[in-house]
């Protein structure tokens, strides 16, 4: 019972099919994975093994062919276009390669975006956002806009903007393939404290095995199918 | 709900303002093409207003028949007391017109002659805004001038001026709320008969005010009873109507301007269209991680239609604020045959095309909306 509380992603058979043309590409076959409360885990995998697409599974923003998925406690098929966007705002935070962050909105105003829609006074939104963004080292930025920030800046507003929602899960897709050395150190640094002192679970795909190292698992993915490897 | 509309239109407001020279470039449009729409549906009213008939109407117009301009209709000035005596007639007044230009013009200057001490009773609507009656009525060579003509002309009360080789001096600025008032020049019969060839004791046509609206046809059947075996036999009829025939070529002319309207209306439509869908096709990538981070697709949907909204909203209250502003500062008097239909703005039509404008910006902006909304996440990620 205790056991069922403790896991925070519960994926059984799950399989999905893309359509291209008359072909059909299946990036994930009954896939079966258990990601605990507070984990960190790692995915790796060659170039198309269906990483992405396992993320954008878990992050609610694709839907599965066949299987069950359940995240957060939410069983995530059963929800419609409008509420399944509603609870992304809330429970998972999304973090790019790229950092997609709105180019003409400051860091600021990216990282409130999440909570425009909710029922918060502009205050309270004000006061979350400065304290996000304190946390991720950036409160003397704020007002700056992604053209006037560095990547390592730019990346670290994105987890800013994941984590504003307070989610309890992060997924991060190569947060660091885009960085140089010191930026990619820095973010991953990040992302370890909050795993560590904030209790966040994080799923991450990267190429880098040094990345892949601050994870407490890591999971390979060939194929569509899991080859699970112990982390540090 | 309200405030989280608000903040989706804020950002759209932002990605309108943060992309300056785009949305400029927009505005311009837009604000072109509704300084023409406005301009047309000004003219379109002010010839509405002018020659539909309302039921409040109680004009009649008597002119020489088969006459359609001012120097070839003539009427033997007794016929008033003639006219007088007919039941159903409150007032008659005698008018001589003189104007500078017959034929279809944009500048048309039209002096109406009446008997000094008649006009206040004949039409007691009139009002003196600037300057003053006596004076008018002491002075032999004094005109009231309508304030329409007068803001074209630059006068002032004190100032000469000459047209159709006719010289007055105002003495007082009127307004009237008969536009046809406002855009004339009223002088002493007298004098004009004077200066004019055909001299004493003719005038061009007899103005008539009857009781009701109801007697506006019998009234003119009798007139035109009484004098037709006459030399100079009439043709009555109500004011409205007078205008629309002896003005016709104008109001075709006119008429065919609700096409260039129209076209500025459909060229609104694809402006602002194919920029809110420049904008989506430019931000497929952006609105995906909106809807990543908890925007559910109405909301993203909504965002592209406020944009559109907003540029017609802000492109149309700039064109036709500008065109209104153009045409209070110079006003147009469109004449034809020695009738005047003066282009007078109104607020209503501005508001009207503000109103159009961002109904457009919706309907433009409907399309591309759904384009960003529907489009699933994970493929815009990819692009
Ligand atoms: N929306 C889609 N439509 C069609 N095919 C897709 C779609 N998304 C993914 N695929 C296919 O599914 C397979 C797995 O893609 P995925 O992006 O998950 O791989 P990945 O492991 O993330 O690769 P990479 O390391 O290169 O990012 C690929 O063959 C890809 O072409
Ligand atoms: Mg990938």
């Known amino acids: 019972m205790n056991d069922h509380d403790d896991i925070l992603i519960r994926c059984h058979e799950l399989t999905k099919h893309y359509r291209r043309g008359d072909r059909t590409v299946t990036p994930l076959q009954a896939l079966d994975l258990l990601v605990s409360r507070g984990e960190y885990l790692a995915l790796m995998g060659p170039s198309g093994s269906g990483k992405t697409t396992l993320l954008n599974l878990v992050a609610g923003i694709d839907s599965p062919s066949e299987g069950k998925l359940e995240v957060c406690g939410q069983d995530l098929t059963q929800l419609s276009r409008g509420r399944l966007a509603r609870w992304r705002a809330h429970h998972v935070g999304y973090i790019f390669q790229l950092y997609h962050l709105v180019p003409v909105l400051t860091a600021f105003e990216n990282v409130e975006l999440p909570l425009l829609l909710d029922d918060l006074s502009r205050r309270e939104r004000r006061e979350r956002v400065e304290s996000t963004l304190a946390l991720v080292g950036l409160d003397d930025r704020m007002h700056h806009f992604p053209r006037e920030l560095s990547g390592g800046q730019e990346q670290r507003v994105a987890i800013a903007r994941a984590l504003v929602g307070s989610p309890e899960l992060l997924v991060a897709d190569e947060p660091t393939g885009d960085l140089d050395r010191e930026a990619a150190d820095a973010v991953l640094g990040l992302l370890r404290s909050l795993s560590r002192e904030y209790g966040k679970t994080i799923v991450m795909v990267t190429h880098d095995p040094r990345a892949a190292q601050a994870a407490d698992r890591i999971l390979h993915l060939e194929k569509g199918r899991l080859l699970e490897q112990e982390g540090a | ?383």
């Open chain 2, 1 to 383: 709900m309200f405030a989280k509309g608000l903040r989706l239109m804020l950002l759209a407001a932002k990605q309108l303002v943060r992309h300056k020279v785009r949305t400029v470039l927009t505005l311009c449009g837009v604000a072109s093409g509704m300084f023409l729409y406005t301009a047309v549906q000004t003219m379109q009213h002010s010839l509405d207003k002018a020659t539909r008939m309302r039921a409040a109407d109680t004009t009649l117009v008597v002119y020489r028949e088969n006459r359609f301009c001012p120097e070839t209709s003539r009427l033997p000035e007794f016929y008033e007391e003639e006219i007088r005596r007919i039941p159903g007639v409150r007032e008659v007044i005698p008018i001589k017109v003189t104007v500078n230009n017959c034929g279809a013009s944009l500048d048309v200057i039209t002096f109406r002659g009446v008997p000094q001490n008649r006009l206040a009773r004949y039409a007691p609507e009139i009002k003196i805004v600037d300057g003053a009656y006596e004076k008018w009525l002491t002075r032999d060579d004094g005109a009231l001038v309508g304030k329409q003509l007068a803001t074209r002309r630059g006068l002032q009360p004190g100032d000469a001026f000459e047209a159709a080789g006719v010289r007055v001096v105002v003495c007082g600025i009127i307004d009237s709320p008969l536009p046809q008032d406002n855009s004339v020049a009223y002088v002493h019969l007298a004098f004009l008969q004077q200066a004019s060839r055909h001299g004493l004791g003719v005038v061009t046509q007899f103005n008539v005010r009857v009781n009701a609206s109801e007697d506006l046809n019998p009234v003119a059947a009798a007139i035109d009873a009484r004098f037709r075996s006459e030399t100079d036999p009439t043709i009555t009829q109500p004011e409205k109507a007078f205008l629309a025939q002896t003005a016709g070529e104008l109001i075709d002319l006119i008429g065919f301007t609700r096409w260039i309207g129209l076209g500025a209306v459909l060229a609104v439509l694809g402006l602002i269209g194919n920029a809110v869908l420049l904008v989506v096709r430019g931000r497929v990538c952006e609105n995906a991680v909106l809807q990543t981070v908890g925007f559910p697709g109405t909301a993203v949907g909504f965002v592209v239609l406020c944009e559109g909204v907003l540029l017609g909203l802000f492109g149309s209250g700039i064109g036709a604020g500008l065109a209104t502003a153009f045409l209070v500062w110079r006003p147009f008097t469109f004449g034809n045959e020695g009738q005047t239909i003066a282009l007078v703005p109104d607020a209503s039509l501005f508001v009207n095309g503000v109103g159009l404008a961002l109904l457009l910006g919706m309907l433009a902006s409907l399309w591309p909306a759904w384009v960003a909304m529907r489009k699933p996440i994970v493929e815009s990620l990819r692009t």
